[in-house]
């Protein structure tokens, strides 16, 4: 068993990442720290978690083993300067601090995407969690980046779930707005490209050239699609290349390759990324899915505190998928 | 052609009625008040009126015959204390200000029920537009009512959709909670209770016993869907009940029984309202659907314009509807 | 560890099912049987478990310790005619042929509402599942049921998710016709009022009277909502009635009181029933809200499993919910 | 006034032809033909033009001026096989089955794209309406195709509401598969590649090169959302761009450019078409939106018509959005 303390307590990460942890078989968690609700029911503020936890919010840690930053980007560096952790304290931190920019002072964090990193996150004490779309998308161009042979432009649409842009409301979260609504943001410039260019070039594609990534609003609450392609020109044969992609996550408890289309619920509600794969108009064509709080977020956080602890790398994650 | 003026543009009631009254052949829109939004286009704002108009917000009116008041509960009596109207200028209320309190000063709002009230009205300078969830149940009773028939407690169940609850985002409005949710609220002490049973009492049914009223949010944008109930007893019999109900609504351009169960759709972006009647363990059962919008807001209040200058009572309502 | 065996393995109780027993730590799949299916890979049908099993349809049973039947309504007695199950197998049926008709020659089917019949189930070689809207409703009644407080008619609208109807499509269930809609069926008239009336007499109520409920259809896939009122007079005081079912809910894992007012996702994929309780006009309304797949189904069933075979009641059932 | 007839009266686009046409001030609709639902009312198929007709469905035309066939794709054919029209009626197809091969015997069908061929349709006998991915697409590209600045491939995502896929329940339209979902189909191989191409080729692109088009499902009923974009490379400024578009759809009533990104919802139940436009990477990005049923389908069909007889090309077509 291992004490866990989350900052951040209130917002849906480290809802979500309540809702896994209270279920993980080797996990305490001693503390939920939020500044505004210190004193109140967690209950409260998750109110799905009646019956589940008769926790309070703290406003401190006391000695934990880990402690995930669920702070929103930005925040993790100033709690960090604020806040003397125990010594030996691991941390991840679900925001984007240290995913482009991994020191803290003479702390490294290690980029947490298991599927790619999985010996350095084993032995690290320090875990910056991908995005979502870039996790989303990462997955489905790991496998080419590895053996170097993505050697065009990358086109990318990815639709992302409301949670996606949190708790507080706002006119393009508005239900009235949102409802049956689609809508285009930050086309081509969206933050998640840095992080997405910088894990296909460390995996070993050393020509990697423009990503064009049109990020979409969607009017759904969990997950994200995404329809990526680039030219192919048969360097892998189809059979080959579905091959590849199986080998290259046959160690992966959580990444898919299906061998029919896909359809987003598939993966709601679980930790699980499913890619399918076409050949077209000299194309390869690539869908990818997950859940943006789970793989995208909190499950993606705890599969990495499993691999930091030594523990099967998906206790506490094989989640009944609400598939409805 | 009339001059009309519409204060408090920015809502989503003034929206809806610039919506129908640019295509209404009678209106000339002269002003869109709007203290935040003045000198801003209307299509920055409303945007899916972008191509349909040119019109710019301004501080306040000219010389209108006709005035909407789309304020919001509580701020109608405020504007009218803090401007003085052209002589002759015919005010429509949308909030509620009215619609229990008819006075204002020696002015006398009449409640603009037009299926009620319709004779009153034509000849009314000042007109309290029914609230939404008021309008949809009260369509259901007024036929009853009007002969008395209603002898035991009102049972009623309704939903709204997410306009209703107006443009501001908050809790209960955010995408992520709304989406595939529904909830109850101010069970059995909703607002509009007042206006309803005033209504029934009016309409002739002068020994009303309680109206139990259960309202809902549901996870739609528009409409209203009603299912109320009380204790028959055979007073009519069934095709008598319906007969008379056909009778009553025959000069009514927007009310109509449907022979067959009632989904909300089919009255969605219409000026109509459905009602489908049925009898079980001796209570009659009806459903009754309007778009909250449109019958239960600023449709309504064009059709007491109407009314009140003298055009066809229809004249600029029969919409399209959108139904799906 | 049992041997577990389900029929009619293409629908949705029991993808359901093959959900919550693929990660219950006490259950081997030993077969899922269908005709149309035989031999093709489950994860072909219920697509997003793909990575979670490699199980293949088979057209039937080898040695269970007990099987579930998922057959649809009708089909479960046919079921049992045409197939003669190993001695000692036992069997939970979710269709709703042995509810309110126990007995198939001489086996008799325990109503399995654990929460009423937990001893007898305990002992139990045969139970019937409860329905979705029953079980919902049932669980809200049933404290007031036991001390015989229910003296008057009882007014009930519930509303369910799209699950509810299976998997067939229709015109109901067609995307185009439910997304944003609302309606009503079978009002007064549906199926599971008798096994709500015959529940809650069962539980002590003897003079139960008339049971007015309203089914509605809602545009959202997961979840039954029930708002349900019944005359009340101060037979217990309001605190004196929310200890009462604190208390006559203690020993049940899944069924909780909440202070607050509930939404409908705050059970979406959890095995919990979550009841809010006020008092207004001389009624209780209780609001109740389950998963109709989980608790209003298959999670039901594993419940009913677990207390047959002398496992912890809540074993594999502590199920991460949705939330969102 | 001109007499209309309507083949095919049951499906989707009829529905949404009758809705506009029921309030055409110069069109009297004299058949509505069906061959299974000859002699029932039309509002018991569409029932939410309850109260708006009294319309039956007959088997067969009388003596029009005009026919519009909506029969699905590939019937259309068919049906003026068996059929021989009246002499001097007009045709207008919102099949598929003449937007390519335009020869039927001796008639010629004119490409109903309005924006692009309206001095053609003006003096047309025979128009082939486009197809609703094809409109929004085409829409985006004209006027570059007009200028021949397509110089290199077209990069398509578009998203289409269910009603694009009719009223025939489905697999991939049952609510319960398609709520909160989303997923791709036809990669790179949809019909209305072809449509498209010629168009732009026609147009006055010559060297028109790969066109890449993943179409998707999205979990809205009505309009389709479409991302596009080319290589720049500064052939216009951004100013000379927009100020282009803008100029070249001047005299055209239902397309405008808007400077603020676009959200589906502002054209749903409109003719209109939205575009807006940015440049980012060395590509133009053109977002398009529109109501696959309106300006996708019927309500394209009718602004065909009013070319076709002389009307203003607007009339009956300033419909009420939605918005909501």
Not at 100 to 123: A, D, S, W, Y
């Amino acid at each position: 068993m291992i004490n866990v303390s989350i900052a951040g307590g209130t917002g849906y990460t480290a809802g979500e990442l309540l809702r896994i942890l209270l279920c993980h078989p080797e996990v305490n968690i001693e503390s939920v720290i939020s500044t505004t609700s210190a004193g109140k029911r967690i209950d409260s503020v998750h109110r799905d978690l009646l019956g589940d936890t008769d926790l309070i919010y703290s406003d401190t840690f006391k000695n934990p083993d880990v402690i995930f930053l669920c702070l929103g980007h930005g925040l993790s560096r100033e709690f960090l300067e604020n806040n003397e952790l125990p010594v030996g304290c691991k941390i991840i931190d679900l925001g984007n601090d240290f995913r482009n920019q991994p020191m803290f002072g003479n702390k490294e964090f290690v980029f947490g995407l298991c599927e790619q990193n999985r010996e350095e996150i084993k032995k690290a004490d320090y875990v910056a969690n991908p995005g979502c779309f870039a996790t989303t998308i990462m997955l489905a161009l790991l496998p080419l980046a590895s053996k170097n042979l993505i050697t065009d432009e990358i086109h990318i649409h990815a639709i992302t779930g409301s949670t996606g842009a949190g708790k507080r409301p706002g006119e393009t979260t508005h239900f009235s707005y949102r409802d049956n609504n689609i809508s285009v943001y930050k086309p081509f410039t969206h933050q998640h490209l840095e992080e997405i260019g910088n894990t296909l070039t460390a995996a070993g594609n050393d020509k990697l050239t423009q990503i064009n990534f049109v990020p979409m609003r969607g009017d759904f609450t969990r997950g994200i699609f995404a329809s990526i392609y680039t030219k192919w020109n048969e360097k892998l044969s189809e059979e080959e290349t579905i091959s590849f992609y199986n080998e290259y996550y046959a160690d992966s408890p959580f990444v898919f390759v299906s061998e029919k289309s896909i359809s987003l619920k598939e993966v709601v509600n679980t930790n699980k990324c499913l890619l399918h794969i076409e050949f077209h108009n000299g194309y390869i064509h690539i869908t990818s899915i997950t859940d943006n709080l789970v793989k995208g977020a909190s499950g993606q956080a705890v599969q990495n505190m499993n691999l930091m602890f030594g523990f099967d790398e998906s206790l506490g994650l094989k989640l009944k998928g609400s598939s409805f």
